[in-house]
């Protein structure tokens, strides 16, 4: 039998230890270990897995959900390595057995698939990204007439975005509109009609959205007999970053585990960032009672990840916080350098000075892997990425543009998603109109019979289009019977959907060579995939982040990491850069209209300057370009350091400015150093 003293334990703190060995001697009660950043609470939940697995727990029943896809697939090859030495003679025992490991999402499109003959789901679902929400939205409120009559409507994202919120909520729309979208709540009435024609429409077409993952896995949680099912299947359900889930969420877990048995969530309240789209630091603040056991809550105090001198200003950041429940952290390692606030003239300059540093970096022994650049928002990079391309610095971006929202990328799918499921008008219209010839009411049409046909591959095959569309009819209708019809086999089906489409490409897009190559990547990632079916469905849930992360740089390969700030959750790197800290950008414009919004700000900053190991540069460009407010029109404005470093934190910070200027211009250059002495001047009018 395993020694209950396996070595990876001692490698543990008391804290983390009894995290691990929660429960071990008979049936665990809910479990909550809520600590700061960095002290190890993703580690600890993988040492956990790893430990229930080397005791004998059967991994195919341990649900396991994390935030994203990257997340929960770094969190399993921990996992596996950890038990996989303590179990070195039975390797099949770990590898590749964590299979129920993903986000709340994906874990909700496979229970659905499963489930479907149970809640009357047609098992042929398609999944809808936000885009094509957002498009079936505007169809829908086209159709109800909304569109034309009042111009001021909200538009579709608007729409979806209230739509998303009341869902996930679980709130009425009324409220919503008032808390949340108060410029929308004279349309109470037509955001209601334009809803449930939404939700029909969905239902007609067999298609689901973000929300209805999580909405009908709740709905079907809510029927006991298919809830004790679900449940049954699993011994253990843990999640990581618990301070980001919402109300639906919860109500699934408890209703996977109602007695809380085997329930393990960790988080940081301190990190909440998500809460624009309906999370509640409610659920883990609430998870101690929410079981019929009270759940045992465990705190991790020691930091493991930063420097004293990072740790103790990202406390002092989060010090000055409204409200906080996790303690201040305390760091064994050594103080190092303090973060640096470095003053730069302006966005041009800073990319400048990021990507001389990310060399120096580097010439001094840092792969260019342990550093990363961070910013609030995915255009922020814009000005670096430019810079790093022409000084030849290899990057990727993770929470910028998606692979997906490239237009050639999404024809390609939409053509395999029409196959899938032939009702789906979004993907039809899209896949239709890519035909010279073929306008919005042709396609219309062709969609009306394939949504009523018996056999739709039959009816693609007997429609008569118009003269003016004849000549590429035959290649299209030809490939959708072959595909509806499932001849091809997987993945063969993606390259046959592939040469149908390259001359479309050729014909729409100038630059065709280049996405070419994403289509070529897309085929790869579809050979790794074992059916259409979660080919679609991963893709659509968790798409790759950024081009080059569909197909990763090669293991050897050196790059940096560019990162909105949301995607780094739970990452670390040595060296890490924060871009923008200004007002404006953090707090964001958007993000200052009431006083949670600026607290969800603040957390932002915390969890930025929370990845850092080593060196912390947060910075502060002196002028700052805004663009978005239409009324204001692009500008420059002189930019003030973030309010979330007032000068009474000033001693937890270096100052630096760049490039290093002479002494007197770089006192010109000292953020807090007046602009013009109004004083001097007042004086000099009397004299
Ligand atoms: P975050 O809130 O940012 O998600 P976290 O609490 O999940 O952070 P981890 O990412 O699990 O923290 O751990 C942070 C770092 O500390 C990792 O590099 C991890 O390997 C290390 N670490 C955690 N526990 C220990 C320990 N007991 N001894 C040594 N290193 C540890
Ligand atoms: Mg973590």
């Known amino acids: 039998a395993p020694d209950s003293s396996a ?68 969190l399993a090859r921990r996992v596996e390595r950890i038990a996989g030495r303590a179990l070195a003679g039975r390797p099949d025992a770990v590898s590749g057995a964590l299979t129920w490991s993903g986000t709340f999402h994906a874990i909700g499109a496979r229970v659905l698939r499963e489930y479907c003959g149970a809640i009357g789901l047609d098992e042929r679902f398609t999944i809808h990204d936000r885009e094509d929400s957002a498009d079936l939205m ?29 869902v996930n909520s679980q709130t009425p729309l009324a409220t919503v509109l008032r808390d949340v979208f108060p410029w929308c709540a004279m349309w109470e009435k037509e955001l209601r009609a334009l809803f449930s024609a939404y939700v029909e429409a969905k239902q007609a077409q067999g298609v689901l959205d973000y929300d209805d993952l999580l909405l009908y896995w709740a709905q079907m949680m809510a029927e006991p007999a298919l809830a004790a099912d679900l449940g049954g299947r699993f011994d253990h359900v843990l999640v990581d970053e618990y301070q980001d889930t919402n109300r639906l969420q919860a109500s699934i877990l408890l209703a996977l585990r109602p007695d809380g048995a085997g329930v393990t969530v960790v988080g940081d309240d301190a990190q909440a960032i998500y809460s624009f789209r309906a999370a509640t630091v409610r659920n883990i603040l609430d998870f101690p009672t929410a079981f019929a056991p009270p759940a045992r809550v465990l705190t991790l105090e020691q930091n493991y990840r930063s420097t004293g001198a990072v740790l103790a200003a990202a406390n002092a950041v989060i010090g000055l916080a409204a409200e906080r429940f996790t303690k201040n952290l305390w760091s064994e390692r050594e103080t ?47 000005p670096l990425e430019i810079e790093l391309t022409r000084r030849n610095i290899p990057f990727v971006k993770f929470g910028g543009l998606k692979f997906l929202d490239a237009a ?42 394939l949504a009523t046909a018996a056999d739709p591959g039959a009816a ?3 429609f008569t289009p118009p003269a003016r569309a004849a000549e590429h009819w035959p290649a299209f209708s030809g490939l959708m019977t072959r595909l509806i019809a499932g001849q091809s086999p997987w993945p063969a089906e993606i390259e046959a959907a592939r040469l149908w489409y390259e001359p479309h490409l050729e014909r729409i897009h100038e630059d065709a060579a280049l996405r070419r190559a ?27 982040d950024a081009t080059s992360e569909a197909v990763p740089p090669g293991r050897d390969e050196d790059y940096l990491v560019l990162s909105t700030i949301h995607s780094a959750k739970g990452q670390e790197w040595k060296s890490v850069f924060v871009l923008n800290v200004v007002d404006g950008c953090m707090p964001s414009d958007l993000g200052v209209g009431s ?36 009324a204001r029109g692009d500008r420059h404005v002189y930019a003030v350091r973030s309010r979330f470093i007032p000068d009474r934190l000033a001693g937890f910070f270096a100052r630096e400015a760049w490039p290093i200027a002479s002494p007197e211009a770089a006192t010109a250059a000292r953020p807090d150093a007046p602009r013009i002495d109004i004083g001097a001047r007042m004086r000099a009018m009397w004299t």
């Open 595 to 630: 006083s949670a919004e600026i607290e969800e700000e603040r957390r932002l900053l915390y969890v930025a300057m929370t990845r850092a190991k080593d060196t912390l540069k947060l910075v502060v460009p002196q002028r700052f370009y805004t663009s978005g407010q239409a």
């Open 336 to 382: 190092g350098a303090p973060p640096a606030l470095v003053a730069v003239r302006d966005e041009a300059v800073q990319a400048d000075y990021v990507a001389a540093e990310v060399l120096a970096n580097r010439e001094a022994g840092l792969r260019l892997k342990d550093q990363a650049v961070l910013f609030r928002t995915s255009s922020h990079s814009g």
């Open 7 to 74: 070595s990876y334990l001692d490698r543990l703190n008391a804290a983390q230890r009894a995290a691990v060995e929660h429960g071990l001697d008979g049936s665990a009660g809910p479990l909550l270990v809520i600590a700061g950043a960095g002290s190890g609470k993703t580690n600890t939940l993988a040492h956990r897995v790893a430990h229930l697995i080397v005791r004998g727990a059967d991994p195919r029943r341990i649900l396991l959900m994390t935030f994203s896809r990257r997340a929960a697939a770094e």
């Open 460 to 462: 693609i095959a007997a």
């Open 138 to 166: 505007s169809l829908v409120r086209h159709e109800l007439g909304f569109s034309k009559t009042e111009s001021r409507f909200p538009a579709k994202g608007t729409c979806l975005a209230i739509y998303s919120r009341t």
């Open 408 to 449: 050639h990328v999404k024809d390609l799918l939409a053509v395999l998603r029409l196959a899938a499921n032939p009702r789906d008008r979004i993907a039809g219209f899209r896949v239709l109109q890519l035909l010279p010839g073929v306008g919005a009411s042709t396609a219309a049409r062709v969609l009306d019979s």
């Open 518 to 544: 994403d289509l070529v990547q897309l085929e790869q990632i579809a050979t790794g995939a074992p059916s259409r079916e979660r080919f679609l469905t991963d893709l659509t849930l968790d798409p790759p």
